[in-house]
């Protein structure tokens, strides 16, 4: 029998693909949680309302979001390193853009752009680690390590624009991003060997611009949302978001080589690497994006030393991901994904209760035990999301994926913002805030924990394997 066609396999050149993947995916993160500590700072330089200050925040998530299947499906087409390379050169000129930008809107602006060149490097690297890897032992190492790089960002992001704030101003820490992206894309320019498709196929342009849109509307209405679900801004953007995602549906059951094959939502695997996704963006990332500020406001913390606080879950995250992998061949990546989910809403449970009364360091039992979790599930669903489409089409297993995490963490966001909204006034800001954190907490951990349930729900079905013939032996 002839064997099936492998991954690349040279020890080197897969070390060396899986190095300049790491790093991207590291570089993105840092991106995406830089904006959490000096948004503040940002606003107020350039002149940003209540509205504006939303933008600055959550812009970057919507050019994720719309971005990544596209980038996925020409990684998978046109070229996997091209893409990395294109995706690398944006996000150099966006942020280029955003430590010049002389207002709101064009701050704003860039952080899209660099949304975009940011899927670009997720989708394409993710996938050339699933090109360069055989299935087994080294590739749930290799994604092992790629889903620690993204608690490594967020654990270094917020930190490393403390500091550059603190040091010279915000707009350097977009110069110091443009550096840092200008060297990781000439690295894979020189370094990274051509993967894509032996059969080239067709560009679903219908289907690529009605998800990407549909997708950036409904994250900008949930963005704008926060302001008030009633505003009419707010209703027609949803309106909007529907219809194109349902016009992308039927687009996918009629053109001929779809942008995502909607047969994908019949695999259990595919299901649940989306859907804990989705999951760990709303229910734990959504969380964790407000301690900060609530720590500020408890605790009367520094932009710094909350970003330090916030890194202990994030660094662990980041320790642990790399260790999951003993996991393989004990625990499916499946069942890793739900019992993550199942600790890191044990975690975010722990934080309610922390009130004005109460001291920093009561933070640290829900944040190192969410850590642990969110470690596992990285590591987890890295692999997951390859191994759940078909070998030709791994950056569009990636770019899937991760578009669940930015959805679900825009998702995550607006219920967490919506629920300190509630939360009745007097009694001082301190108090406030702790009774926020309180109920967000329950709801993020009572939202992971479902999501744990359903991914474990999500069982595959077994399928005998023929004896091998005679004349093979």
Not at 235 to 249: E, G, K, Q, S
Not at 271 to 291: F, K, N, R
Request: charged share 10%; aromatic share 4%.
């Amino acid at each position: 029998m002839t064997p099936p066609a492998e991954p690349v396999t040279h020890r080197s050149t897969a070390r060396t693909t899986l190095a300049v993947a790491c790093a991207a995916t590291l570089l993105v993160l840092m991106n995406f949680t830089a904006t959490l500590p000096t948004a503040g700072l940002v606003a107020a330089d350039l002149g940003s309302g209540a509205s504006g200050t939303t933008w600055i925040l959550g812009s970057i998530g919507v050019g994720l979001a719309a971005s990544l299947m596209a980038a996925g499906g020409l990684a998978d087409d046109r070229g996997r390193k091209r893409t990395f390379v294109a995706g690398g050169l944006l996000l150099v000129l966006a942020s280029a853009v955003c430590a010049a930008a002389p207002g709101t809107v064009v701050f704003v602006l860039g952080r899209l752009v660099q949304g975009a060149g940011s899927a670009a490097l997720l989708a394409a690297g993710l996938g050339l680690v699933g090109q360069a890897f055989a299935p087994g032992a080294a590739r749930a190492r290799a994604t092992g390590l790629w889903g620690a790089m993204v608690g490594g960002g967020i654990a270094v992001g917020p930190l490393f624009a403390a500091l550059l704030v603190k040091a010279v101003d915000w707009r350097f820490c977009y110069v110091a991003l443009a550096v840092l992206a200008a060297g990781v894309t000439l690295w894979g320019a020189v370094s990274l060997t051509e993967s894509r498709n032996e059969r080239r196929r067709g560009l679903d342009v219908a289907g690529a611009v009605t998800l990407g849109l549909g997708i950036a509307l409904l994250v900008a209405a949930l963005v704008e949302g926060r302001g008030g679900w009633g505003r009419p801004r707010v209703v027609v953007l949803l309106v909007a978001a529907v219809v194109l995602l349902a016009a992308f549906a039927v687009v996918e059951r009629r053109v001929a080589e779809p942008l995502l094959d909607l047969a994908l939502l019949r695999r259990p695997a595919f299901v649940a690497s989306t859907a804990g996704a989705l999951v760990i963006g709303a229910g734990v990332v959504g969380l964790m994006t407000y301690v900060p500020m609530v720590a500020q406001t408890l605790f009367g913390l520094s932009p710094l030393r909350s970003a330090a606080l916030l890194a202990v879950w994030s660094g662990l995250s980041f320790v642990v991901a790399p260790h999951a992998r003993r996991l393989a061949g004990r625990v499916g990546d499946r069942h890793q994904v739900a019992a993550g989910l199942v600790v890191c809403g044990a975690g975010e449970l722990a934080l309610a209760g922390i009130g004005e009364h109460s001291s920093w360091w009561r933070f640290l039992p829900g944040l190192v035990v969410a850590g642990v979790g969110s470690g596992v599930v990285n590591a987890a669903l890295a692999g997951l999301a390859v191994r759940s489409v078909p070998a030709d089409r791994v950056a569009v297993g990636s770019a899937a994926n991760n578009a669940s995490r930015y959805l679900g963490s825009s998702v995550g966001v607006a219920v967490i913002a919506a629920v300190l909204a509630a939360v009745p006034h007097g009694g001082g800001a301190a108090h406030e805030a702790g009774v926020g954190l309180s109920h967000a907490a329950i709801a993020a951990g009572v939202l992971t924990l479902a999501g744990a349930v359903f991914v474990a729900l999500c069982r595959e079905r077994v399928r005998a394997v023929p004896a091998p013939e005679a004349s093979a032996a």
